[in-house]
């Protein structure tokens, strides 16, 4: 197909004044094909099909091509084709801004698709007349008819033949020949006819731009204006008029495309009204405005892992952590992506979801690091519980420690507490789990501490420590009665033996247990009185060497291991 048969699209660098300090550089950037990404300060310039067909197709096409080399050397502009599926033209037909009969006929409503699009000017160029006798396409073209139009002009056509081509050059010439103050008379006769209507149009391209520049300026709202509108905006989204706040953050975002935050807020109304793919185009958007927006990339990847578009939010996840690679809630969104990641590619990648999960976990940690977050910490451990099947227990101990040793004391982290002494406790690392137990809650944690974690955790680490702390005593009456261990240091060791009882018994009687457990916690309380009576005679039997003490202490030991077997037993 011929390029004079499809519409296209021209972008161009505008310098356009500086509105207010809430300005970024404001550009009249639109969207384009995809592929394609606008430079900051550029605008576009919509070219459509001529009404009727070119004189010779292919001169129309070397017309076309000439134009396009010429517009990127001289007007930094560049040739892109245009269809009515553009994303600007979609996204107006679904807020209403145009209908579809609109855009079937762009001749007539060019000025209606450049408020759409955002675009400062529209044209269309036809090879008028060509000398067909002539075989050399630089000089084939002896006419043209160019017409141009702006959102808030008329459209003015023209007919250009090669006189006047010829005329517009050499006055061209004189004028730079006097800037530049050179005698040589300038000359158009060797200049190719193609060559003349090219530099032709472009000075009509240029002074359209400025036109639109111009007027552009005087459309653009001052400072106090613009918050203003910002500010309502804000109120209707906060209020829960989400049309009406999306119809003026496109307003806005209108008069100043080159503010990235605009686009930002607009994807957020989208969001919020369930257009999802919407508001994927806004976040998008933003992101192609400013590269380095953390909001729009924060956002973008946030809502592509929500609707489950994986290698999307994977890519925009990279580009947020290498833009913010020291914020904790980047990094736990940059962790569940990587393990989603890693989920979705495990029977196809092997490889890949290993590394995913390596990367998944590195995230989780260096998030817990910067922010401690109990609900991270279980999530992260979690994880690798589910991963990692050799050592997943210690590593997840591991990671729990070394969050419980960050966590602020103001607000205990429990459940945090209580997976790291499950996991202990499952791993038969008792000594370690009652010390977490204490580095955490101390010698005598609070009441209401206790009665928040789960009673049969808290009961069966209390009831593990129980069993240690009475073997070490019948061990101490074992080796005094041996005469292996000297009075005085028995009845030492004893006494730090007695303390660590009393305590296991003092946190027993603060916890409330279940209805159904209330039997099974009365002798549990049983157990820990009885051996604490032993451990009382115990040391009367240390004092006195009485064999009768012995002898009852031993009773009541044993009674006090048979409570604690047939709290076990069932």
């Avoid at 300060?41 to 099909?49: E, H, P, Y």
């Avoid at 953050?249 to 686009?263: E, F, H, V």
């Avoid at 890519?315 to 020291?326: A, K, Y």
Wanted: one cysteine or more; proline letters at 4%; aromatic letters at 6%.
């Amino acid at each position: 197909m011929n390029n004079f048969t499809i519409p296209l699209l021209i972008r161009s660098t505008i310098a356009l004044n500086d509105i207010a300090k809430v300005f970024v550089m404001i550009t009249l950037t639109v969207l384009c094909l995809k592929g394609l990404t606008n430079a900051a300060g550029s605008s576009a310039i919509l070219l459509l099909q001529p009404r009727t067909a070119p004189a010779d197709g292919a001169a129309q096409e070397a017309l076309l091509k000439a134009l396009n080399e010429a517009s990127k050397t001289k007007l930094q502009c560049e040739l892109i084709s245009f269809t009515p599926v553009l994303p600007g033209i979609q996204l107006a037909l679904r807020d209403g801004r145009i209908t579809h009969r609109e855009v079937s006929s762009p001749h007539k409503n060019i000025q209606t698709l450049l408020k759409c699009l955002g675009m400062p000017v529209g044209m269309w160029v036809r090879v008028a007349e060509i000398n067909a006798s002539v075989k050399s396409m630089a000089n084939r073209i002896t006419a043209v008819e160019v017409s141009i139009a702006t959102p808030t002009g008329d459209t003015v056509s023209e007919f250009i033949d090669a006189d006047k081509a010829k005329m517009e050059e050499l006055a061209a010439l004189e004028s730079e020949r006097g800037r530049s103050k050179r005698k040589v008379k300038p000359k158009v006769e060797g200049i190719p006819s193609m060559q003349l209507f090219v530099n032709a149009i472009v000075r009509r391209i240029k002074a359209a731009l400025d036109t639109a520049s111009l007027e552009e300026n005087k459309a653009l709202p001052t400072e106090d204006e613009f918050a203003q509108l910002l500010s309502k905006a804000r109120m209707l989204l906060k209020e829960g008029k989400l049309e009406e706040a999306a119809a003026l953050y496109r307003k806005l975002a209108m008069l100043s495309p080159g503010i990235a935050s605009l686009y930002v807020e607009l994807g957020e109304v989208y969001e919020r009204m369930k257009r999802f793919n919407d508001a994927l185009i806004e976040y998008e958007r933003a992101t192609r405005v400013d590269r380095k927006c953390v909001d729009a990339w924060r956002r973008l990847a946030e809502l592509q892992y929500s609707l489950g578009r994986v290698e999307d939010a994977w890519h925009s996840v990279q580009e947020l952590i290498n833009l913010s690679p020291d914020n904790a809630r980047h990094l736990l969104l940059a962790a569940r992506v990587a393990r989603l990641r890693s989920s979705r590619l495990g029977r196809i990648n092997g490889t890949i979801a290993i590394e995913m999960r390596n990367i998944a976990r590195h995230y989780y940690q260096r998030a817990i690091e910067l922010e401690p977050n109990e609900e991270v910490a279980i999530e992260a451990s979690e994880f690798i519980l589910e991963v990692q099947r050799t050592n997943g227990r210690r590593s997840a101990v591991e990671l729990l420690r070394a969050f419980l040793s960050r966590a602020k004391d103001d607000k205990l982290p429990l459940k945090a507490l209580s997976m790291c002494l499950s996991l202990l406790i499952q791993m038969n690392q008792l000594d370690e789990a009652y010390g977490v137990f204490k580095r955490v809650l101390g010698d005598e944690p609070d009441e209401n501490l206790l009665r928040q974690m789960p009673y049969e955790l808290v009961g069966e680490m209390l009831d593990a420590r129980w069993a240690q702390v009475y073997e070490q005593v019948n061990s101490l009456l074992s080796n005094f009665w041996r005469k292996l261990i000297s009075r005085e240091d028995a009845l030492e060791e004893l006494s730090w033996l007695s303390s660590d009882a009393e305590r296991i018994a003092a946190m027993a009687r603060k916890l409330e247990p279940p209805e159904k457990m209330r039997r099974s916690h009365d002798r549990r309380l049983l157990c820990y009185d009885l051996f604490s009576q032993a451990i009382a005679v115990a040391k009367l039997y240390i004092e006195t060497g009485d064999p009768i003490h012995q002898r009852r202490a031993y009773l009541l030991m044993q009674n006090a291991y048979s409570e604690w077997k047939a709290l076990h037993s069932k």
